[in-house]
């Protein structure tokens, strides 16, 4: 624990709890994850990888020239320096100090070579992306392999690096993460084949299935990824774009949520309610600028830190939000209402020392405005599955409009935002200006500095019950849910294809024995012998399914 020294009652905000509260502009709506249009700059989403490298492939991006990414990798690595793309690096450098790390600047290099002549559908280098990812990661506070791993999320998928390199160069927890990553954007981009989004529940079961195969960091990554891409998916298609948002509403929002990262939870929300409700959206945004009432919140903010005062409580930071757009949207189409009956959407947060605090100040605000029955949570002593903890009420301000104010501790406020990744906010430790007042008696448990606890987190959510695993089956892919203790041979009676001569691979590995046991999270592909076939269709079609991606290599 940080120890505690005097200060004064009002405490100086520190930066990553403190959001500046939103204007009454266009801004508002950028500053809680939802641009309006025209601030995304245009760029590539995620490359659609068939099983075989095709024209559509190809279109993707620009080939690199000269010697290939692998070996321009292993000189640039060799030689060191930052290569042609010494700006992007200085950039990331005055962002965030972890992007000075020798890991991370090695991994820079190694990403820049393999990349170096990609570009994006917008005309940016590729690697801008990558930097981008790496960046959202360092936001997290991820430490030098998870932000190198960041860099090098895509050098497998795209510029041919091997785990052997990798693994090599910057050792084998990176290569780990990076392999993960590449497993995941290989099963997303299946999804986004098979349409697995509009099925609910096998999108559900797939979700189970991620965080089961994979170390929890490199879902992070993925989630990193994809919001980048979701920031710059105007470039696309609108057909595109719309298949990459209904995926990611359906697959990596939730998945956000789940992990209790609820600020990239809702910025992957309104991005997506952006491209596929368009309409909705602007409409939305119109009218959220022209009912938010900023002189309410800054009234209602200056009323409670005087009365904090006056009751010598004091506190970390008290600020304006509002309710993000997409749950405006979706509370609104549940419940059939019209925007000035959500009574949610001007907001307060007050970020407090210690959880007795959080009762003395929701007692302050019942006495400083009337309560709105009905509207009173208490997740503090009921947390949400996601571990998220706060007290919710909404009041009655002057202005007789609803103001909902949340109440929660630093500790509460790191888990909210940052979720299963808070560890690494614990690291950073509190800076001295957010110390508050010595006579606090609380103590505070701080997790694990070590990334333990992401690399067991799927461990931790054990999934009790059927077990799930993916079937390849005629290159569309299902998510299917087994009994216990079934077979390799149990799951292919139940295949349409049981009879016929095939080739099997379980996690990309040759199948010999169809009494092996299923277990979470498993990869079984079931690829035709075609045995009626001529030797060298034969050999093609094995080619396909051999030189594409491997789901999974451990």
Not at 11 to 34: F, I, K, N, V, Y
Not at 344 to 373: M, Q, S, Y
Not at 431 to 446: F, G, M, Q, V, Y
Request: proline share 6%.
């Amino acid at each position: 624990m940080t120890p505690s020294v005097s200060c004064p009652v009002k405490c100086r905000p520190h930066p990553c709890l403190a959001p500046q509260p939103p204007a009454p502009s266009p801004e508002l709506l950028a500053a809680r994850g939802a641009p309006i249009a025209g601030e995304l700059r245009a760029c590539r989403s995620p490359p659609y990888l068939p099983l075989s490298r095709s024209a559509d492939s190809l279109e993707l991006r620009a080939a690199c020239r000269g010697a290939p990414p692998a070996s321009r990798a292993r000189a640039a690595v060799a030689l060191g320096g930052d290569g042609p793309s010494a700006a992007l690096i200085a950039g990331a450098q005055s962002r965030h100090a972890i992007f000075r790390d020798e890991l991370v600047r090695r991994a820079f290099t190694a990403a820049e070579a393999a990349h170096r002549g990609q570009v994006r559908a917008s005309g940016d280098p590729y690697l801008q992306h990558c930097v981008e990812t790496a960046a959202l990661l360092a936001e997290l506070g991820a430490g030098p392999a998870v932000v190198a791993a960041g860099l090098l999320h895509d050098t497998v998928d795209d510029a041919g690096l091997g785990y052997g390199f990798i693994s090599e160069h910057f050792g084998a927890g990176v290569a780990d993460l990076v392999k993960g990553v590449s497993n995941l954007s290989h099963l997303s981009k299946l999804a986004r084949r098979n349409d697995t989004a509009s099925r609910i529940d096998e999108a559900d079961r797939l979700r189970i299935v991620f965080l089961a195969m994979e170390d929890a960091r490199a879902v992070l990554i993925k989630l990193a990824d994809r919001l980048h891409n979701m920031r710059t998916l105007d470039s696309l298609s609108k057909t595109k774009q719309q298949s990459v948002a209904k995926e990611t509403l359906e697959i990596f929002a939730p998945l956000a949520n789940q992990l209790g990262i609820l600020n990239w939870k809702e910025q992957l929300e309104n991005l997506c309610f952006k491209y596929l409700y368009p309409e909705n959206f602007d409409e939305l945004s119109t009218k959220l600028i022209e009912i938010y009432n900023i002189d309410m919140i800054a009234a209602a903010t200056r009323r409670l830190e005087q009365a904090l005062q006056v009751r010598g409580l004091s506190y970390y930071a008290i600020y304006g939000r509002h309710k993000s757009m997409y749950s405006i949207y979706r509370k609104m189409a549940r419940k059939k209402l019209v925007m000035d009956k959500i009574y949610d959407i001007h907001g307060v947060r007050v970020i407090l020392e210690n959880k007795a605090d959080c009762f003395a100040t929701l007692e302050i605000i019942h006495h400083l405005w009337p309560r709105i029955p009905g509207k009173f949570k208490d997740y503090i002593n009921s947390p949400k599955p996601n571990r998220y903890q706060s007290l919710h009420t909404v009041v009655l301000t002057e202005q007789t409009l609803p103001l909902e104010i949340q109440i929660r501790t630093r500790d509460m406020h790191l888990q909210a935002e940052f979720g299963i990744a808070a560890h690494w906010r614990y690291k950073e430790g509190y800076p001295s200006s957010l110390a508050c007042d010595a006579s606090s008696k609380e103590t505070h448990t701080i997790p694990s500095h070590s990334d333990a606890c992401l690399l067991s987190y799927s461990k931790q959510c054990d999934h009790k019950g059927p077990v799930l695993v993916i079937l390849l089956e005629n290159e569309k892919m299902s998510v299917q849910e087994i009994p216990q203790n079934w077979t390799i041979l149990d799951l292919l009676k139940r295949s349409s294809n049981y009879g016929m001569p095939l080739r099997l691979r379980l996690n990309c590995h040759a199948v010999h024995n169809w009494n092996q046991e299923l277990k979470m999270g498993d990869v079984l592909e079931l690829i035709p012998s075609t045995p009626c076939k001529s030797r060298g269709h034969t050999r093609e079609l094995h080619q396909k399914f051999d030189h594409r991606l491997a789901v999974s290599q451990s």
